[in-house]
């Protein structure tokens, strides 16, 4: 049996939901994970499967949204030969696989509205058909759902059903974005970097230097654990050299100077430099009433320059991607531009 991914972190919130989910393992009702992409609900549901009676039976996963809607139903609940075109011979489905044990649905809530309604009957009888069969077969399988998605709003929008909610939601966990889980970003970030310099043959992973590791802590990560690992293997991957601490933190792969004008100019979305992004205070973005005591034009405007500068690294927490972005200007021309005012440390 393959030994268990770890669930890392040691934040009150990112305990909470672990312990959540430890309790609600010994128990045999379905249990729903909510939270963002990235955030490790498929090892919360692999937690709720190794801690439960259950462990010594199948845990099976499946992604739902990685499926044709003409093929959920025979993915799930199998078919006899001859059911359909192609059908040579009949197949279990992932509920029979799972006899005894946990099916985890990800991205349950893309699953369509004939798929629910056959999900429903299975959850609350234990019992499916196979495509192409009138034989009634009985299942003892533990159901665990994941999604990022709001179920209750999805109910009230008609795409999902009320009652399958009702019965798949005995208990809920929610998983907190890494965002909120400041304290954990540079555990989770030297655990993934020790195991990339493992990979890399390094004999020892040197560490981070602290403007690396202040940018890790001040990126925002939409991606959440599932990003700030690619990040920091990305990064490290790059670094190269193992006796030095890393210095750089790759956040965007498509970063480059030559990245192609189409993707440079979706990035590039106008923002006006005084808004809230770019971080300029009301009072500086007219200058006018200080007009007539300006009596160096070229010092004005690079002094301007600098504070415009200054201000948006700061909203941006430093980050020179986001920054550039702010600006409408292309990350070369930010690089140039803080050149010229030596603000490049300030950047990074």
């Known amino acids: 049996m393959a030994k268990p991914a770890a669930l890392i972190g040691s934040s009150s919130i990112f305990l909470d939901a672990v312990e959540q989910a430890s309790a609600a393992a010994a128990l045999n009702r379905p249990v729903l994970v909510i939270g963002e992409r990235g955030t490790g609900k498929e090892l919360i549901a692999e937690r709720l499967h190794r801690l439960s009676p259950r462990w010594g039976a199948p845990l099976i996963s499946i992604n739902c949204a990685a499926l044709p809607e003409t093929l959920i139903d025979a993915e799930l609940f199998g078919y006899e030969a001859g059911a359909f075109t192609g059908a040579a011979r009949a197949r279990a489905g992932r509920f029979e696989d799972a006899d005894g044990g946990t099916l985890f649905l990800d991205e349950i809530a893309t699953l369509s509205a ?7 009957r299975v959850v609350e009888y234990g019992e499916l058909t196979r495509i192409g069969s009138n034989r009634v077969l009985q299942v003892d399988v533990r159901l665990v759902g994941a999604t990022n998605e709001d179920l209750p709003s999805l109910v009230e929008k008609g795409r999902f059903r009320p009652d399958l909610l009702d019965r798949l939601s005995f208990e809920v966990i929610t998983l907190p974005p890494l965002r909120e889980r400041a ?3 540079e555990v989770l970030a030297l655990h993934f970097a020790r195991r990339m310099a493992a990979e890399l043959g390094w004999a020892r992973f040197p560490g981070f230097t602290p403007n690396a590791l202040a ?3 001040s990126y925002t990560w939409p991606g959440n654990v599932r990003e700030l690992k690619n990040v920091v293997e990305r990064s490290l991957y790059r670094w190269g050299a193992g006796e030095q601490p890393v210095g750089r933190i790759v956040l965007d792969p498509f970063e480059s100077p030559w990245r192609p004008a189409s993707m440079v100019a979706a990035a590039r979305v106008p923002i006006d430099p005084t808004s809230e992004i770019a971080g300029l205070p009301a009072a500086r973005a007219d200058p ?11 010092a004005a405007v690079l002094t301007y320059e600098r504070d415009i500068l200054l201000a948006a690294l700061e909203r941006c927490r430093h980050n020179q991607r986001r920054t550039a972005t702010a600006l409408a200007l292309s990350y070369d021309q930010l690089r140039h531009a803080l050149k010229r005012h030596d603000l490049l440390t300030a950047g990074e």
């Open 215 to 217: 940018t890790l802590n």
């Open 114 to 120: 004939a798929a629910q309604e056959r999900l429903l």
């Open 183 to 185: 304290e954990d970003i």
């Open 288 to 298: 006018g009433p200080g007009l007539s005591g300006v009596n160096d034009f070229r």
